[in-house]
């Protein structure tokens, strides 16, 4: 089975390259695509060491002029994961923007979508989120979390990523 995995920019990024472990032991072909926020919390070098293929950013590779055909990605795909799902990208989503690769291959993708939300606890309750959150839920996607607990910002409440074994159990009963 082949998994796009969408990670952006939240503290809890380094946890994408765990869920990306536990996919790749499960038999998941992972092609991960990094927002550049999600390139401030992780690096495509962890990720593509993990998932053994490269890591994507951009529309196109900047060296050789290259695209990164989001189109032919996102049929590839037999789910699509997006752990953890920042604020912003959720917002986008729920919307329609497009100005990274993740997001365009988000509207391209014709497979299962699923998104585990991270954030702080007053950004989760925010009106304008819950409202984007919902958006998602009505356009058929699956929203994993986000959980109760100790946050980064010390606070302790909604907002915690998923735990990644959690997360691809969750996948693996979702495809069974
Ligand atoms: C230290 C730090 C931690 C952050 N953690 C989160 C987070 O957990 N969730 C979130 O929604 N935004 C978080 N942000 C804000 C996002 O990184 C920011 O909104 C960014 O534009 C998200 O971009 P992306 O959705 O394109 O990846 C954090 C910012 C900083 C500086």
């Given at each position: 089975?082949?998994?796009?995995?969408?990670?952006?920019?939240?503290?809890?990024?380094?946890?994408?390259?765990?869920?990306?472990?536990?996919?790749?032991?499960?038999?998941?072909?992972?092609?991960?695509?990094?927002?550049?926020?999600?390139?401030?919390?992780?690096?495509?070098?962890?990720?593509?060491?993990?998932?053994?293929?490269?890591?994507?950013?951009?529309?196109?590779?900047?060296?050789?002029?290259?695209?990164?055909?989001?189109?032919?990605?996102?049929?590839?795909?037999?789910?699509?994961?997006?752990?953890?799902?920042?604020?912003?990208?959720?917002?986008?989503?729920?919307?329609?923007?497009?100005?990274?690769?993740?997001?365009?291959?988000?509207?391209?993708?014709?497979?299962?979508?699923?998104?585990?939300?991270?954030?702080d606890h007053?950004?989760?309750?925010?009106?304008?989120?819950?409202?984007?959150?919902?958006?998602?839920?009505?356009?058929?996607?699956?929203?994993?979390?986000?959980?109760?607990?100790e946050l980064?910002s010390g606070i302790n409440g909604?907002?915690?990523?998923?735990?990644?074994?959690?997360?691809?159990?969750?996948?693996?009963?979702?495809?069974?």
């Amino acid at each position: 089975m082949k998994i796009l995995l969408g990670v952006t920019g939240s503290i809890s990024g380094y946890k994408s390259a765990v869920i990306t472990r536990f996919l790749v032991k499960n038999g998941w072909e992972v092609q991960v695509v990094l927002t550049k926020g999600g390139a401030q919390f992780i690096t495509p070098l962890s990720l593509s060491t993990v998932s053994k293929n490269a890591v994507l950013t951009e529309f196109y590779d900047p060296k050789t002029g290259e695209w990164n055909n989001h189109v032919h990605l996102a049929h590839w795909a037999d789910v699509m994961l997006i752990a953890p799902a920042s604020a912003n990208t959720i917002a986008k989503l729920a919307n329609g923007f497009c100005d990274e690769l993740l997001h365009a291959l988000y509207l391209s993708a014709v497979c299962p979508k699923i998104v585990a939300p991270a954030m702080d606890h007053d950004m989760w309750h925010h009106a304008s989120v819950q409202r984007n959150v919902k958006q998602l839920l009505a356009d058929g996607v699956h929203i994993i979390g986000p959980e109760k607990g100790e946050l980064a910002s010390g606070i302790n409440g909604d907002g915690r990523l998923a735990e990644p074994d959690a997360i691809v159990s969750f996948i693996q009963q979702f495809v069974s």
